[in-house]
């Protein structure tokens, strides 16, 4: 079993930046990717940016270039650095790690981009 909390969710004006944390309730050394994922009022969940244990990130089209996935296993902690942030940004994030045959996921935090 994995725990995953995530933090860092406000309210934030257009142009702005916010970076969330996901942390882990065990090690990160052995889980394999972690990633991102958003879901906006009314919408399904769609993915944002993944990591695998190495380090190799991947991005959606619409947040490449704004967005940074990053990973620190010493702390057991993923973070998602957002830059430029839109309105169209504003969603609950969630984080999910894979753990063998597992998806384990977090309880999401709110991003809301509104000046």
Known sequence: ??????SGGDLVQP???LRLSCAASRSTFSMGAMGWY????GKEREFVATITRIGVTNYADSVK????ISRENAKNT????MNS???EDTAVYYCNALSGQYIYWGQGTQVTVSS
């Open 1 to 6: 079993q994995v725990q995953l909390v995530e």
């Open 15 to 17: 142009g702005g930046s």
């Open 38 to 41: 958003r879901q906006a009022p």
């Open 85 to 87: 942030l839109k309105p």
């Open 65 to 68: 270039g704004r967005f940074t």
């Open 78 to 81: 993923v973070y998602l650095q």
